[in-house]
């Protein structure tokens, strides 16, 4: 999958998107041709950075009515609630969401994956491995054999969700987190920056600490 690409969000990780796309053109030349970034509310810092990469600012989310059809969007923002509402708007104006993935990211001999992953780089995906569509695999992200992350998973950086595991639905993984052989997290869950999940969640619990238990009214439960 190749060709003119929108990044939506001109934030951090949309612009390791663009990284990464770049990655991608060094190994395989005229791969892709960003045409610019769509945000609704870019903060003059980012505006900024995104100048200094020399990719243009096209607008707000409108503006994606306004792209060529044949374009293809991907969607640069971690939080997985927004990436609902953008893919929302992605499928309702009839565009495809790109697969961006940094060449120096490994994948198992078997592995299925929906539209709209983004997977950077040192990203390791073990054997039998069904990723859902909008994943985000931050750099250094690592998947166990046999498990199974449902749609808009964040994978934030140096996390590890082990074998057998099963991810739902726009759960968040914090950086340097761990989801131990054969567990479950339920949908919506936020998993803390370096936390241990060894048990099982409720949907929207907020993990913290090792081992990760619920935080309930600032306190763990």
Same mark, same amino acid.
């Given at each position: 999958?190749?060709?003119?690409?929108?990044?939506?969000?001109?934030?951090?990780?949309?612009?390791?998107?663009?990284?990464?796309?770049?990655?991608?053109?060094?190994?395989?030349?005229?791969?892709?041709?960003?045409?610019?970034?769509?945000?609704?509310?870019?903060?003059?810092?980012?505006?900024?950075?995104?100048?200094?990469?020399?990719?243009?600012?096209?607008?707000?989310?409108?503006?994606?009515?306004?792209?060529?059809?044949?374009?293809?969007?991907?969607?640069?923002?971690? $939080?997985?609630?927004?990436?609902?509402?953008?893919?929302?708007?992605?499928?309702?104006?009839?565009?495809?969401? $790109?697969?961006?993935?940094?060449?120096?990211?490994?994948?198992?001999? +078997?592995?299925?994956?929906?539209?709209?992953?983004?997977?950077?780089?040192?990203?390791?995906?073990?054997?039998?491995? +069904?990723?859902?569509?909008?994943?985000?695999?931050?750099?250094?992200?690592?998947?166990?054999?046999?498990?199974?992350?449902?749609?808009?998973?964040?994978?934030?950086?140096?996390? +590890?969700?082990?074998?057998?595991?099963?991810?739902?639905?726009?759960?968040?993984?914090?950086?340097?987190?761990?989801?131990? !052989?054969?567990? !479950?997290?339920?949908?919506?869950?936020?998993?803390?920056?370096?936390?241990?999940?060894?048990?099982?969640?409720?949907?929207?619990?907020?993990?913290?600490?090792?081992?990760?238990?619920?935080?309930?009214?600032?306190?763990?439960?």
């Amino acid at each position: 999958m190749t060709g003119d690409l929108v990044v939506v969000g001109a934030g951090g990780f949309g612009r390791e998107v663009i990284d990464v796309v770049r990655a991608i053109n060094a190994v395989r030349s005229g791969s892709w041709n960003v045409i610019g970034v769509v945000d609704d509310s870019p903060s003059e810092l980012n505006l900024s950075r995104l100048s200094q990469l020399g990719v243009a600012y096209l607008g707000s989310r409108a503006a994606l009515a306004d792209v060529p059809p044949d374009t293809l969007v991907s969607i640069g923002i971690g $939080a997985p609630s927004a990436r609902i509402s953008i893919a929302d708007d992605i499928e309702r104006l009839g565009l495809r969401s $790109a697969q961006i993935v940094h060449p120096a990211a490994v994948f198992g001999s +078997t592995f299925s994956t929906g539209e709209g992953l983004v997977a950077c780089a040192g990203v390791s995906v073990g054997t039998n491995v +069904t990723l859902g569509r909008h994943v985000h695999l931050n750099p250094h992200a690592v998947i166990g054999h046999d498990s199974v992350l449902d749609d808009f998973v964040s994978v934030n950086p140096n996390a +590890t969700v082990s074998g057998d595991c099963r991810i739902g639905t726009a759960v968040l993984i914090g950086a340097s987190a761990v989801v131990l !052989e054969g567990r !479950e997290v339920s949908d919506d869950v936020v998993v803390g920056a370096a936390a241990c999940v060894v048990g099982p969640s409720k949907p929207g619990d907020v993990l913290v600490g090792v081992p990760a238990r619920p935080l309930r009214n600032g306190v763990t439960g």
